[in-house]
């Protein structure tokens, strides 16, 4: 006999035993008196309720752990955002801004953690926003890419738990911006 004959015939005696087990508990069961079948049923619904309890425990800890997580990647990329945009104003002003190649290692770090840690739609979001980096390098609208980084600080936002839906479009990138480019965002597209 094959291993794989002798685990089947092991699986449908253990099968067999549990059920035989289980109606002759059922028969005790039906058999015992009001009280005893009272404390039965009061054991096993606790024992039921300290599962339940356990699961959601586990399932609370995991949460707050990718929520640490999440949080952390994510303040990855608002700081990666404002040395980008110090390094735009140190260049005004005649200063070093952040070399460049930090700047890639960073942006490799972020998408690596992103990858890990990231729902879905925000892993979707930010592969749109490298497709379309290369036409904004190219000429088009450098205020589609900002809103295309608002709309990606929304949904890390929301991936957080937080609600914007009541925040106008562009409002999150606009606290970047100078003043004088503050709200362009929201309407370039229009």
Known sequence: M???TVQKVVGFVVFGLGLGLFGWFVTLFLRASVEVQTSILALFGVVI????THISAKKRDIQARQFQEKRAVY???MTLIFDVLAGQKAKELGRQPVGEKKLASRMLEFKRKLIIWADARSIEMWNEIEVNMGQVLQGADPY??????????RQ???DLGMDDRKLPQGALID???TPEDMGKVGRSSS
């Open 156 to 158: 890390m936002r929301s």
């Open 144 to 153: 589609e890419m900002l809103q295309m980084w608002d709309a990606f600080m």
């Open 175 to 177: 606290m970047l911006l």
């Open 2 to 4: 094959g291993s794989k």
């Open 49 to 52: 309720a300290g599962i339940i």
């Open 75 to 77: 303040e990855d990329f």
